[in-house]
């Protein structure tokens, strides 16, 4: 009997697997290292291998998967399961990645954007259970992220809705890699929120923060909010500009789909709930006073790094 | 045979009502005058005692009337049929209006949300026919809209969603009615466009409005773009940052929920080519350069002021 599910996560530098039963619950998982400069052939014969070595570790055999779900970067399109081309992914070009996993697993392969996959593992078992209204924000490198509305993942007309990292929050504010200015992305990844501290110390202002530059040759994001917490200045403003880039966005992404939650995942979230509170406040900061309360929950994300899987998981789990 | 559908499209100076087959073909509308002041009951019984005129007009009994769609101001909740509040209905308070309105017709009846009705007549016979992603932004008084995502009405949470004219598009900007700052809706409304140019009168800046102001006692959005086009110096940075404000919000929803188009409708679209022409410079101005293209189209409304009554209509003519 077919009871198992393979959720696969496809990401820059790893490849993240993991089998679960129909109810979604994860038997077990592997992460193998990826490089975006191999062909999509092999990269589908590396995923085949390294899940039965994934399934022989669970004892479970090929025969009783019954389907298989992928997340990769797009952008792409769920309805053709063609990845048209990917940063991240170098050799990909209008690529049919869902029928080459398909025929090389026998299975049915849902294949979907990984910021959408995430974000549908948040929906269907983490912070968005049965909610049929909500964003997911991913604070990593970039600013990703997904919506769901009227219990659908939005897609768009080519599969590239939800790229909330490219709101503009500033028009003619700080330049994003994608060209545009004011970006929230270009303010509040944990990327550009490293990035916007170095800068201060190069242009010379004082901080606690310029001895770890001197002897790491570089600043975190994590850095930043632990001398934002030891009290430096300079550590406080960045992470505040960070919180109201982001309770900003908020504000206007509940005025176009209102959602029932606003839930924040990605690494850098590990600042915690300084964080939360910090977004929370710039949201009712900037937030019309029309009414005297929004009903949207700020909140951060519960499934950390395996949301994607248990969300390609889920969307392949509905296949037939 | 019920082969007829009332449309009913409801505003705070005036009530449209319009009777339609099941095509959506319109045979024959009228206009009330509306005060935002009566008591509920009553509004149903003047809808009640137009709609017979006007189905008497056509020729058409009430029997024959399958159901009534009815686009009314919010918030309200389509899936309860009431509505919560309407600073154009003084009187309504979570009146559940939806069913006052089917006991007295007799009648199933739907309830949206005036501007959801009216970008879903655009999506069923205007500007965005067959189209399963589309923002249709207004732009009379104020900044008004509805999203189809997924070829449904996006509706949030609690009815909420497409509050489009509460996008922030500059933070610490121009105070809008909302309490918010910097909201699209206090830049690119008809009336903040006329605003914005008495502003700049009354701080001294020369205008050939001076005298329009002088004269009329106000300076209409409709001035100010008929002096634009005679080459007021003025009168053309007006239009250009209301074209930049809606250029720059164009960027953030292609983003947010990717529509294949975004269309403009409202009083201010009389304005003509020009407006789009402006809007479509400002996008490109700021969309990103990752991509050569974006496939989305920015365009006018076709249906004008029908829109409200065809969109109810059609929502009304799938019930069963």
């Known amino acids: 009997m077919q009871r198992f599910i393979l959720g696969i996560d496809i990401g820059g530098t790893s490849i993240k697997i993991g089998c679960l039963d129909l109810n979604l619950k994860l038997i077990g998982k592997t992460s193998e290292p990826n490089s975006g400069d191999i062909e999509p052939q092999q990269m589908v014969e590396n995923i085949f291998s ?7 570790q669970c004892k479970i055999s090929l025969e009783q998967v019954k389907s298989v779900g992928v997340g990769a970067p797009g952008p792409l399109d769920p309805k053709t399961g063609i990845i048209q081309s990917a940063p991240n992914l170098k050799t990909f070009r209008k690529t049919p990645f869902r029928d080459m996993i398909s025929a090389r697993f ?17 929906r269907v078992a983490g912070s968005g259970s049965g909610i049929n209204d909500m964003v997911f924000l991913t604070l990593g490198t970039g600013v990703g992220g997904g919506i769901v509305a009227n219990g659908q993942i939005v897609h768009g007309t080519s599969g590239e809705a939800a790229e909330l990292g490219h709101i503009i929050i500033y028009p003619d504010g ?33 901080s606690s923060l310029k001895k770890v530059l001197e002897k790491n040759g570089k600043v975190t994001c994590k850095n930043v909010f632990e001398h934002a917490e030891k009290g430096d200045e300079l550590a406080k403003q960045i992470v505040e500009q960070t919180a109201e880039a982001l309770g900003l966005v908020c504000v206007s992404l509940l005025h176009i789909t209102q959602p029932q939650k606003i839930i924040f995942g990605g ?18 900061q900037h937030i019309w006073t029309i009414k005297q309360e929004d009903n949207v929950e700020i909140c951060f994300a519960t499934l950390g790094e395996d949301a994607g899987i248990i969300g390609a998981a889920a969307l392949a789990r509905g296949m037939q």
């Open 106 to 122: 026998g299975r049915p392969v849902f294949l979907e954007n990984d910021a959408n996959a995430a974000c549908w593992g948040e």
């Open 50 to 56: 390294v899940s039965n070595r994934l399934l022989r």
């Open 174 to 206: 700080r330049l994003c890699g994608c060209g545009q200015k004011g970006c929230v992305e270009a303010y509040a990844s944990a990327s550009a929120t490293a990035a916007r501290a170095a800068e201060a110390l190069q242009q010379g202002t004082k």
């Open 267 to 284: 690494g850098m979230v590990a600042a915690g709930q300084v964080l939360l509170d910090r977004i929370r406040y710039y949201f009712k």
